[in-house]
T-cell receptor, first 114, second 111 residues
C-alpha cells in the first residue's frame, strides 16, 4: 500500500455520462497530480494542485475539471464522456509542490466508457 | 514546452545481458525520476536524481543524470526475468510545476 488511495478502482459507464474519481494523498502530502494513461498516449499530465490551489494544467480537456478540498483529498470530474476517455487515471502525491523525494502513485482508477 | 523522449520503446533481451535505456529531455531541469510499472499495476518509484552527475544504484539497476546533456540513463546489469516491466523516466519542468513522463520502455527479459 503506497498510502495514496484512489476510488473507485474500476468504473464502467456510458457515453455522455459524468463520473467523479477520488484521490486521498499520503498523510502529510500537500501536492496532488492527476495523470491519464492510455495505450497510445502514454502518461499524460492533467493537473496539479498544491494545498488547495491549482498550480499547473496540462492537456486537460474542458470537459474535465478537478479540485482539492481543505482535507487535501482531490476529485477529478469527467463529463460528457466519450469512448476515447477510457483509460487508467492515476493520482500521485508529494509533500511539496516540487518534490526532492519523488512522487507516490495510487493504484489508479480504470475507466471504461461504453 | 518540456518534451521527454525515451529510447528504445521496446526492448527484448536475454537474461545475463547488459543494456541501457536512454531518457532525453528538451528544457533545463535538475530533477529526474525513474519509475517501474508492471502490467495493470501502479508506478513504483525507483530513483530520484537531483543534480548533475548524480548516480544511484539499486541491485542490477543504475541510473545517472547529465543535466548539461539533458540526458539520463538507466543501466541494467546481468538482467534477470524479474526485471521485465515498463520503465518510465519523468522530468520536473521547473517553474511550470509539471512532471512530464516519457512514453516508457517496455522491457522483456527472456529466460
Amino acid at each position: 500500500d503506497s498510502g495514496v488511495t484512489q476510488t473507485p478502482k474500476h468504473l464502467i459507464t456510458a457515453t455522455g455520462q459524468r463520473v467523479t474519481l477520488r484521490c486521498s494523498p499520503r498523510s502529510g502530502d500537500l501536492s496532488v497530480y492527476w495523470y491519464q494513461q492510455s495505450l497510445d498516449q502514454g502518461l499524460q499530465f492533467l493537473i496539479h494542485y498544491y494545498n488547495g490551489e491549482e498550480r499547473a494544467k496540462g492537456n486537460i480537456l474542458e470537459r474535465f475539471s478537478a479540485q482539492q478540498f481543505p482535507d487535501l483529498h482531490s476529485e477529478l470530474n469527467l463529463s460528457s464522456l466519450e469512448l476515447g476517455d477510457s483509460a487508467l487515471y492515476f493520482c500521485a502525491s508529494s509533500p511539496l509542490a516540487r518534490s526532492g523525494y519523488g512522487y507516490t502513485f495510487g493504484s489508479g482508477t480504470r475507466l471504461t466508457v461504453v | 514546452e518540456l518534451k521527454v523522449e525515451q529510447n528504445p520503446l521496446f526492448l527484448s533481451m536475454q537474461e545475463g545481458k547488459n543494456y541501457t535505456i536512454y531518457c532525453n529531455y528538451s528544457t533545463t531541469s535538475d530533477r529526474l525520476y525513474w519509475y517501474r510499472q508492471d502490467p495493470g499495476k501502479s508506478l513504483e518509484s525507483l530513483f530520484v536524481l537531483l543534480s548533475n552527475g548524480a548516480v544511484k544504484q539499486e541491485g542490477r539497476l543504475m541510473a545517472s543524470l547529465d543535466t548539461k546533456a539533458r540526458l539520463s540513463t538507466l543501466h541494467i546489469t546481468a538482467a534477470v526475468h524479474d526485471l521485465s516491466a515498463t520503465y518510465f523516466c519523468a522530468v520536473d519542468s521547473g517553474r511550470d510545476d509539471k512532471i512530464i513522463f516519457g512514453k516508457g520502455t517496455r522491457l522483456h527479459i527472456l529466460p
